[in-house]
């Protein structure tokens, strides 16, 4: 897996965003676009490919005022 994959993806939108996720954001005040720009600038730390029903990653990156996200 790539990280131009996942920006790929992005930018199609075919992500999926799980309630877990969405409550992770809200609690932690981010915006989806801040997300997605901290995957734009970020990088992939570690892949999880026996996940299931697809192989995941985790993506570290920041926000653009110097905040850290982790994404997965």
Known sequence: ????DIID?????RIRISDHADVEA???NLSYDE???SVFQG???EEYP???PYPSCLVYGKTSTGERVHSV
């Open 1 to 4: 897996m790539e990280i131009s």
């Open 9 to 13: 993806a992005i930018h199609a939108q």
């Open 26 to 28: 809200q609690e932690d």
């Open 35 to 37: 997300i997605f720009n």
């Open 43 to 45: 990088e992939i730390i």
């Open 50 to 52: 026996k996940d299931k």
